[in-house]
């Protein structure tokens, strides 16, 4: 599957961003999906993950309450809607399909978008 992310740019604190990841290639809905982060300096980290029907979302503690996970599968495209965003969510952001069970490691996703720059400064 191709992965395609896009909707970063720069944003106030306080502001809202909403991400996408447009798969193509093969079957959308077999995936588990994810958004992950890095920002310079530091490693990748999990940001919030989506099971194949939606039934299921996690999400990290930071991002708990002001981020939203969803997914569309007859689009094929995955979102996250940032909400009330601080500048230590400045990262760029990727995008990342696994065919196994969900997992929070990073490392054990099979695909990966380009990843999108968000930026969180006044």
């Known amino acids: 599957v191709q992965l395609q992310a896009s909707g970063g740019g720069l944003v106030r604190p306080g502001g809202s961003l909403r991400l996408s990841c447009e798969a193509s290639?093969?079957?959308?809905?077999?995936?588990?999906m994810g958004w992950f982060r890095q920002a310079p300096g530091k490693e990748r980290e999990f940001v919030a993950i989506?099971?194949?029907?939606?039934?299921?979302?996690w999400y990290t503690d930071s991002a708990k309450g002001r981020f939203t996970i969803s997914r569309d599968n007859a689009k094929n495209t995955m979102y996250l809607q940032m909400n009330s965003l601080k500048p230590e969510d400045t990262a760029v952001y990727y995008c990342?399909?696994?065919?196994?069970?969900?997992?929070?490691?990073?490392?054990?996703?099979?695909?990966w978008g380009q990843g999108t720059l968000v930026t969180v400064s006044s």
């Open positions: 990342a399909a696994r065919l196994g069970p969900a997992t929070l490691r990073w490392d054990l996703y099979d695909y």
């Open positions: 290639g093969s079957i959308f809905s077999s995936y588990v």
């Open positions: 989506i099971g194949r029907s939606s039934t299921t979302t």
